[in-house]
């Protein structure tokens, strides 16, 4: 009973292996496959930002 | 039997015993959120306003979300709070430039007194072990402190340990004449209810949807009722098949609505004309079948398990079609992350391109201070790298940032992809993955790892002359400070850490040197922020924190809670030294007339270093009682700048010398005063015996007065001063009618009527709080 979650996860994967495949020839589509130039220096910059603080102390 | 009737106890506002957090716990898909549903339903019967949120993966990582989710809806009260009202709204918007942790769990605990003032208060948390850990913080400090207010806390939870609770209810499939009987209840024929509860498999919640899915002829019983789906296959088969009920273009429609996390319906249609299909007009079926709820811009599924069924609807090659298609529609800068996680469900293998992105996004994940997103996001950047040196160079950045985090056990689950820190096989890996894991592995086992090449890692000596790269400078200067710990040389312990230190797991090592300084609280409250530690008590420096935290209350005078010291088998023996005597020093303070040369083990150090050498002459002059050593001690502690080490020596010499018959009233004071200057109270009662003359009788103790808890003797105390039960309120961070709660107690328990006949009462023999 305790694993009967998994199982459902496990059968509906299970069935969507010989489910209908519209888009099979759009899933390897190079284009777009990656972060643009703009958004790789977004993230970069972002990192490289100093970091915020977690909620610290527990002085009561 | 778990059955939400428990929670009536907790209803009974009129009884001060009632438990007031109740925690509901089970294994997935035992009806837990079903439970806190009626649960809170029956609450609301009973008058309470409820307040609901739940836990969720996704938003573990921020900060006072959950608290955000269960008081913003009380704006009109957080309004007339005025100044604390504002500190909590600031928070919840993310606009404070800081976050103030005492200011927002008094902000709370005002906030939830003055909601429940108006009506009682109940706050149900579904899986609250996904709350973000700063909501459970403030949440746990606020109820501590609003035990006399109407305030119901229930939650649910996968573990019993999630959050602290009164009365914790475990939740296991309920036998099938339970579930036969409640649904015979709510009106369901007899015969469908067996056919309902043997489907449902014991889950409540199951049992409940599947009676919701019959006709109003087949819940009468007046007409068959078909096999139900049982779980597993066929309850995939039978969600799927009303999905497919819907049409094929409404269920490709309804596969990409299920892989756009965030519902955006404008991303969805976007995707939807990247695969050429028709626009969003296609869901309007699965809308008016209740599949999908659509408000305003946003689609949700409110049922999960259909958002699983649909999203599997198609092929996996589709599906990867899908979130191909719709990490397309992200193109702006700050969209990237989203970008990045449909490229990731777009993804048929290996690809060092996204396992790049994905360490940028972990990367920011960590600036934020969202630790456990961060873990997982470089743990999937890993798994993605396809050459062995990007997963190297990746590998090696994860550790260094999940260590920095303070996520020590998701470190050792990172370092089990190399095969363990400790599992001999660093050679041939690059020397800043090296570094990483052999300073997981330490940290874990207490035990050295072996790294190459000393001269760039291991034996860096000094800032600026280190070579490797940042990973090597950590383990060296991690080595460094717990070295310099252990022998007490604070100060470079502490120059080599940071003051005060950047990782949450260098606050162990920062508060042994700060002790080992004097600075006993500066100590305490490092060792209260070491969460990090304190989350891993089976590794090694968990343990630490153990010893640690138990020597310093002891310190504090709390002989009680050094006292439950504990070690597992496996412990590193320098720790079971330092335990040892911990718990010998505890005996010592336990029993002021307990000669010190019986416990030997109390000056117990097997380490190196001058903090060793003074424990070795303490021990050889108490147990031969020769003043010469102690006074040898006493210099060799005052020279190193060791004060509790020499204050403790100083009280030994005393000890000896009494003996002898001598006054020993100077020293004994000085003694004193000097661990005094360090906050240590543990000695208190040994340096009084020996400054009272022998036949003198022992401090009157009150025995009821020993009878209040801690919370009642710090109110006692606080209304002695002659404070206003509003004033100590406000100095104990409690709410006024906890005050007075514990005030009633109070007077029942040391039968007194009044404050004056309380303030009289507590001046004449009641012990102190942390010296009890």
Redesign the interface.
Same mark, same amino acid.
């Given at each position: 009973m305790s694993d009967w979650w998994q199982e459902v996860e496990r059968a509906l994967q299970e069935r969507s292996e010989g489910a209908p495949d519209p888009w099979a020839h759009l899933a390897d589509d190079p284009e777009g496959a990656e972060l643009t130039a703009e958004q790789k220096a977004f993230l970069q910059q972002l990192a490289d930002q100093p970091g915020i603080g977690r909620l610290g102390g527990d002085d009561d | 039997m778990a059955d939400p009737a428990d929670v009536g106890a907790a209803l009974d506002l009129s009884d001060p015993t009632r438990p007031r957090r109740v925690l509901c716990h089970g294994?997935?898909? %035992?009806g837990k959120t079903w439970w806190l549903a009626a649960a809170a339903k029956q609450a609301e019967h009973h008058g309470f306003t409820v307040a609901r949120t739940a836990g969720r993966a996704s938003d573990r990582d921020l900060?006072?979300g959950a608290l955000a989710g269960l008081l913003l809806p009380f704006g009109a009260e957080l309004d007339r709070l005025g100044s604390h009202g504002e500190v909590l709204r600031r928070v919840f918007a993310f606009t404070a430039d800081?976050?103030d942790? &005492?200011g &927002?769990?008094v902000a709370t605990l005002k906030a939830l007194s003055a909601i429940a003032d108006r009506a009682p208060l109940c706050l149900a948390i579904d899986d609250i072990e996904l709350v973000d850990?700063?909501s459970r $913080? &403030?949440l746990d +400090?606020a109820l501590a402190r609003t035990t006399a207010d109407p305030i119901l806390f229930l939650a649910t939870s996968a573990s019993p340990g999630a959050f602290p609770a009164d009365s914790v209810v475990r939740l296991d499939?309920l036998p099938l004449s339970e579930i036969r009987a409640m649904l015979v209840e709510r009106g369901i024929a007899a015969g469908a209810s067996e056919r309902c509860a043997v489907a449902s !498999?014991?889950?409540p919640g199951v049992a409940v949807a599947m009676a919701d899915g019959l006709s109003d002829a087949q819940r009468a019983g007046t007409a068959p009722v078909p096999d139900l789906p049982r779980?597993?296959?066929e309850?995939?088969?039978e969600?799927?098949s009303r999905l497919r009920a819907l049409g094929?273009t409404s269920c *490709?429609a309804l596969v990409v609505a299920a892989a756009a996390d965030g519902g955006d319906l404008g991303a969805i249609g976007a995707a939807l004309g990247r695969?050429g299909e028709p626009g969003l007009e296609v869901l309007e079926a699965a809308e008016e079948a209740g599949v999908v709820e659509i408000v305003g811009t946003r689609l949700a599924f409110p049922d999960p398990?259909m958002r699983?069924?649909a999203?599997?609807?198609?092929?996996? !090659?589709? #599906? #990867? +079609?899908?979130h *191909?298609?719709l +990490?397309?529609g992200f193109?702006?800068?700050? $969209? %990237?992350?989203s970008?990045?996680w449909h490229?990731v469900g777009?993804a048929?293998g290996p690809s060092d391109?996204?396992a790049e992105?994905l360490a940028?996004?972990a990367?920011?994940a %960590? *600036?934020?201070?969202a630790?456990s997103t961060s873990a997982h996001t470089y743990e999937r950047a890993v798994e993605f790298a396809a050459s062995p040196a990007v997963r190297d160079s990746l590998l090696s950045t994860a550790l260094r940032s999940v260590i920095d985090g303070g996520d020590l056990a998701h470190a050792l689950r990172l370092a089990d992809i190399v095969g363990g820190p400790i599992a001999g096989t660093l050679s041939g890996l690059p020397l800043e993955l090296q570094c990483a894991l052999a300073d997981v592995g330490e940290l874990a086992t207490g035990r050295t790892v072996a790294v190459p090449n000393p001269t760039r890692a291991d034996s860096a000596p000094k800032e600026g002359d280190e070579g490797g790269g940042p990973n090597a400078r950590r383990l060296a200067s991690r080595r460094r400070g717990w070295t310099a710990a252990a022998a007490g040389d604070h100060r470079r312990a502490i120059a080599a850490v940071g003051d005060p230190p950047a990782a949450p797991l260098d606050l162990v090592v920062w508060a042994v040197a700060s002790r080992h300084a004097g600075r006993t609280r500066e100590a305490r $409250?490092a060792l209260?922020?070491a969460d990090a530690a304190a989350r891993v008590p089976w590794l090694h420096l968990g343990q630490w924190y153990g010893v640690v935290d138990a020597d310093l209350e002891l310190l504090a005078g709390r002989q009680a809670d050094a006292s439950a010291l504990t070690l597992p088998v496996g412990a590193a023996p320098a720790l079971r030294t330092q335990a040892s005597s911990v718990l010998a020093r505890a005996r010592l303070m336990a029993d002021p007339s307990l000669d010190p040369a019986a416990e030997p083990t109390a000056w117990a150090d097997d380490g190196e270093g001058v903090l060793a050498e003074v424990r070795g002459l303490v021990r050889a002059g108490v147990a031969m009682a020769d003043t010469d050593l102690l006074e040898q001690a006493i210099s060799l502690a005052d020279k190193a700048r060791l004060p509790i080490e020499a204050g403790e020596a100083r009280l030994w010499r005393a000890t000896v010398e009494a003996t002898r018959g001598n006054d020993v009233s100077d020293a004994v004071r000085l003694a004193h005063a000097t661990l005094q200057r360090c906050g240590v109270r543990g000695w208190d009662a040994r340096c009084a015996a020996l400054l009272a003359p022998a036949p003198s009788a022992p401090r009157l103790v009150d025995p009821a007065i020993t009878g209040l808890s801690q919370s009642e003797l710090r109110v006692a105390e606080a209304v002695a001063e002659g404070l206003t039960n509003r004033e100590a309120a406000a100095k104990l961070?409690l709410s006024v009618k906890t005050v007075d709660f514990h005030l009633q107690q109070i007077y029942r328990k040391l039968a007194v009527r009044s404050r004056t006949e309380l303030a009289v009462r507590m001046t004449t023999g009641a012990p102190t709080v942390g010296n009890r």
């Open positions: - | 294994p997935r898909g %035992a900060p006072l800081s976050t942790a &005492v &927002v769990k850990t700063s $913080e &403030v +400090a499939p !498999a014991g889950n779980l597993g296959g309850l995939a088969d969600l799927q094929e *490709r695969l398990w699983h069924a999203y599997h609807l198609l092929a996996p !090659a589709s #599906r #990867r +079609a899908a *191909r298609a +990490a397309a193109t702006e800068a700050h $969209e %990237a992350a970008r990045v490229l777009a048929s391109s996204l992105s940028l996004v990367a920011d %960590a *600036r934020r201070g630790v $409250e209260a922020r961070y």
